[in-house]
């Protein structure tokens, strides 16, 4: 991110003007984390393919926003001061490097791009053209995971040597948007495919990584992984995944993934020098050696996404370095990219494999 960003064009309290791209399933949550910012961040131009979407949306805006199909016209738009991006991920690193070259600040949905160097490539061009740059990893608003780091930075469990993280959830959502191949014109979920998603884990585990980064704040040395698609045979993207890495701190992680799992939860125990804390969803229990186990339970007052428009608004009016900045994002991405890396090469991916090249 650059030291200074470029100076915003106007006046600073004038309504930052928010134009979207991508109306599907995900952009509900960003249309209500908006409601609350409304008078200070209007939107006021929308983009899909599908031009009902846009309309449907519309409709239900309190003053009327210009609506496209191409994603290129709303960036034209003199109207739009931030975009924010929820289309499929294959989509991010174009529409984001596009959106920076108009000059708008880009909140866009994880993941950044879907390898770690297009990641890098659009987080440098943010920083080249002094843009506000966000990626959508709004777990760091989560009142439990809030909490976790508040422990682990007190000291409550000493020096992290262990997480163990296991993630279960059910199939993608059926209706989301079909890929059409240009040479056999078949119809395919996204989410489905390498080319389209990246990976199962670069599309949900890297909230996870993100959370566990943000513990940890170190490096990753090493990680080796296994993993295919057992369920759901004949997709491209993982349904089953194991890994373990090593961090530069000496810390060590073992996450799995299941996409076949008949609901959605998950558990995570961080293992310390003096205690551990164990998470269950919401649920959090605090571990000390010879305290009897204390137990919270956690429950948002306000929605992430407001809370990630909230600090999104102020990094582009103050022209600072937003908080979900993409060093954090790539960071969280990198293990994502180490899995599938580590699954189909059938080896260890270590610290070397992330050396920028000249
Ligand atoms: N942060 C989170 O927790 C979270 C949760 C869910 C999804 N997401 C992310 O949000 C993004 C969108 O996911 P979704 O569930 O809404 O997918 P979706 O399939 O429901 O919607 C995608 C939308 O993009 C539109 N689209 C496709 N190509 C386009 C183009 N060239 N120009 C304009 N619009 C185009 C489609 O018509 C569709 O309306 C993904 O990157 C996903 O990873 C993030």
């Known amino acids: 991110m650059a030291a200074s960003l470029a100076p915003l064009a106007a006046q600073e309290l004038r309504p930052i003007r928010i134009g979207i791209i991508g109306l599907g399933n995900r952009s509900r949550n960003h249309l209500d984390g ?16 599908d031009s009902s979407r846009a309309a449907r949306v519309n409709a239900a805006l309190p003053e009327s926003a210009a609506t496209y199909t191409d994603y290129r016209e709303l960036l034209a738009d ?43 490539e659009v987080a440098a061009e943010a920083s080249r053209l002094g843009r506000v740059l966000a990626v959508g990893m709004q777990r760091r608003y989560f ?14 469990i ?16 059926p209706n989301s948007w079909k890929f059409s191949d240009p040479v056999t014109g078949a119809e395919t979920n996204w989410r489905y495919l390498r080319k389209t998603a990246g990976s199962s884990e670069l599309e949900l585990s890297i909230h996870s990584f993100g959370f566990v980064q943000s513990l940890l704040n170190s490096s990753l040395v090493k990680l080796s ?9 004949g997709r491209e993207t993982r349904d089953l995944s194991t890994a373990i890495a090593d961090f530069s701190n000496g810390a060590r992680l073992e996450y799995s993934f299941c996409g076949f799992a008949p609901g ?65 994002a790539i960071e969280a991405s990198k293990l994502a990219y180490a899995i599938d890396i580590a699954i189909i090469e059938n080896r260890a991916v270590t610290a070397a494999d992330f050396t920028p090249r000249a």
């Open 34 to 49: 908006l409601k609350l910012h409304r008078a200070d961040a209007p939107i006021t131009a929308l983009c899909d393919l």
């Open 225 to 233: 992984a296994s993993g295919g698609t057992v369920h759901f045979k």
């Open 158 to 173: 000493g020096a992290i040597h262990f997480i163990s993280y296991n993630e279960f959830r059910g199939d993608w959502n």
């Open 264 to 328: 959605a939860w998950h558990n995570c125990n961080i293992l310390g020098e003096k205690g551990a804390l164990e998470l269950h969803d919401n649920r959090l229990v605090i571990r000390s050696t010879g305290a009897k186990p204390e137990t919270e339970e956690f429950r948002a007052a306000e929605s992430a996404e407001s809370q990630m428009y909230r600090e999104f608004f102020r990094s582009v009016r103050d022209r600072t370095p937003s908080p979900l900045n993409a060093q954090f």
């Open 143 to 156: 009142p439990a995971d809030a909490r976790i780091r508040q422990l682990v930075e007190e000291g409550r």
């Open 78 to 120: 003199r109207n739009v001061d931030a975009v924010v991006i929820v289309s499929p991920n294959f989509l991010h690193r174009e529409m984001a490097l596009a959106a920076l070259k108009a000059g708008k600040d880009v909140l866009v949905e994880k993941p950044l791009a879907l390898t770690y160097d297009a990641a890098r």
